[in-house]
């Protein structure tokens, strides 16, 4: 709706078209979840979920060392990324597609966290030991040897 005022010689315009669209988008509760969700928990082989494995290695597990793949890898590349979410999620309120946004953040989320696969947690996660590297026959890295893990984290908008 645009409005005009008149004060003597002095004309003010102001156009509150998006006022509603802005207020119904701050209005919706949203998220962005980057994870192991849903059907993706299930392995392809073996007794254990995905689910169970992610959750053994994000908060360590009897011997295994603790492996952050989703918390530690999120807390630290994130806020290297506030600039680009801020501008989707102005977008996404200009343009009535707040949830378009949410899910581009999202894929963002999923992005720092296969970063961290590939780079052994930024260099932060603890190193594999001899006998498993013997095991293995010095396959994959750390968290990536049958890549199950990895390819069942996912993202999604709400």
Request: charged fraction near 25%.
């Amino acid at each position: 709706m645009m409005q005009v005022k008149k004060y003597g010689t002095v004309t003010i315009k102001s156009d509150f078209s998006k006022i509603s669209l802005i207020q119904r988008s701050l209005l919706k509760k949203h998220c962005a979840q980057v994870g192991i969700i849903g059907k993706d928990g299930a392995r392809k082989k073996g007794a254990r979920t995905n689910i169970e494995i992610g959750a053994g290695h994000e908060f360590g597990e009897g011997k295994a060392p603790k492996r952050s793949f989703l918390k530690m890898p999120l807390e630290t590349k994130l806020p290297e990324k506030s600039n680009k979410i801020n501008r989707l999620l102005m977008n996404g309120i200009k343009n009535d597609s707040i949830l378009n946004a949410f899910f581009k953040i999202g894929v963002i989320g999923r992005n720092i966290v296969m970063e961290a696969f590939a780079s052994g947690g930024f260099g932060k996660w603890a190193p594999i030991s001899d006998r498993l590297m013997l095991k293995k026959g010095r396959r994959g890295g750390i968290l990536v040897d049958t890549q199950q893990l990895m390819e069942s984290v996912t993202s999604r908008a709400k």
